[in-house]
């Protein structure tokens, strides 16, 4: 080991610097550039083909799923109407319960 260092003098240390300062990033970005689908992934983070949406290509599948949507906003819609009519009536009772104990 000493008659190794005592060769790393002048040029010859200067040369090894180098050849570390070259290598060494470049054998970084090997080690972490290299088989990142194994070393770097999550299992189950992206979704499948089976789980991933299907675009629809052909006319009739594009009329069953405007079909499907259109179902889908009026669901949404009468659950809203409910629940509004549901927050009118709690409001106008609140209303009717606050003017008959002021008038008492």
Same mark, same amino acid.
């Given at each position: 080991? #000493?008659?190794?260092?005592?060769? /790393? &003098?002048?040029? *010859?240390?200067?040369?090894?610097?180098?050849?570390?300062?070259? =290598?060494? +990033?470049?054998?970084?970005?090997?080690?972490?550039?290299? *088989? =990142?689908?194994?070393?770097? #992934?999550? @299992?189950?983070?992206? +979704?499948?083909? $089976?789980?991933?949406? @299907?675009? +629809?290509?052909? @006319?009739?599948?594009?009329?069953?799923? /405007?079909?499907?949507? %259109?179902?889908?906003? #009026?669901? @949404?819609? $009468? %659950? %809203?109407?409910?629940?509004?009519?549901? =927050?009118?009536?709690?409001?106008?009772?609140?209303?009717? &319960?606050?003017? #008959?104990?002021? &008038?008492?």
């Amino acid at each position: 080991m #000493s008659s190794f260092i005592r060769r /790393l &003098q002048g040029g *010859n240390l200067e040369v090894f610097k180098f050849g570390m300062y070259v =290598l060494f +990033p470049i054998g970084w970005m090997y080690y972490f550039g290299t *088989n =990142l689908d194994d070393r770097f #992934s999550v @299992k189950g983070f992206w +979704p499948t083909a $089976e789980q991933s949406h @299907k675009i +629809p290509i052909d @006319k009739e599948e594009i009329d069953k799923e /405007l079909a499907r949507m %259109r179902m889908v906003e #009026s669901i @949404k819609r $009468e %659950r %809203r109407e409910r629940e509004l009519a549901a =927050l009118q009536a709690q409001q106008v009772q609140a209303q009717a &319960q606050a003017e #008959s104990s002021g &008038q008492q």
